[in-house]
């Protein structure tokens, strides 16, 4: 038998994990054994851009191709320019409060796949991800989920806990690979959605913002979709705060779990977007879980 977190080294952060689990195992339910993990940069790398980002910027920037006229707009013009610098900063700035440019960022890629029906977007996505490649790291997006945080997953179901995903990604999108991924069927993913639409006998995909399930938003979808309050919760950035501070809804003491990226060897090192809640792990003792101290493997 493979052993469980095979991955990990013998750290207080595994150890605690252990002890979490095996308290829940003897004491909670398995229909309250719940837990909730952010995707973006917890279950899968975030850098140099989220890959839905990779996958809705070429969209934008086949769209810019077509109409020169975009191109004098964000963000077709930093997709035609390849400017790296300002897509990746509008994320970093909304993780620091700041939503201007992720607010234009967000109108263009809303655009990306109006009108296109849900199956055919489901098609287009699990291509993009199956064939393209992280940039950075020379690796098959699929091959960018952390074996560390798939074995827990494992480690977790094997005990009786039910699994889901709550992303500001999109939730169409992650239900593509989430159950070959990490064994999340469709239905236990919760993200950020466009509205839908019925029109020409099938669902489509419009140009208007349903929900970005980020921040505030997160605890309030879990809750509305789950109807339970998770006494396991993983992130990594400030807009997992709030969700990782709802977990367990005053009733049990939760596992909080921060996944901090400070690998650069083997992966990123970087805080930006997520120095709040490296600040507030500490001050409120929630698990952070170092990826170059705890993981004895990344991928």
Known sequence: M???LASWRDTPARQRIVEFVTVAVAGIPPAERVAVFD??????????????????????GELAANDPALRA?????????????????????????DDGDLREMAAGLLQAYDGTAVDEFAEL???????????????PWLDTAYRPMTELLTY????????YIA????????RTVSEELYG??????IGSSVALEYRDGTIRHTARLDVFDDGLAKPVRIWSRIGRHPILVAGNANGDIPMLRAAGGGRRDPLRLLIVHDDADREFAYTQGADDAISVAETEDWT?????????RIF
Not at 89 to 94: L, N, R
Not at 125 to 139: I, M, S, T, Y
Not at 167 to 174: K, S, V
Not at 184 to 189: A, E, Q, S, Y
């Open 125 to 139: 996505a699990r291509d993009f991800l199956v064939k393209g490649e992280n940039p950075a790291l020379h690796r």
């Open 2 to 4: 493979t052993e469980p």
């Open 167 to 174: 992303t500001g990604g999109g939730r169409d999108f992650m």
């Open 184 to 189: 999340i069927t469709p239905d236990r993913v």
């Open 39 to 60: 995707n973006d940069g917890t279950l899968w790398c975030e850098k140099p851009l989220p890959v839905q980002a990779g996958f809705l910027l070429r969209r934008v």
């Open 73 to 97: 707009k964000q963000p077709f013009k930093a997709v035609a320019e390849n400017d790296h610098a300002w897509l990746s900063g509008a994320i970093t700035k909304h993780y620091e409060g």
């Open 156 to 163: 977790l179901a094997a005990n009786g806990f039910t699994c």
């Open 288 to 296: 952070k879980v170092s990826m170059a101290a705890d993981w004895a």
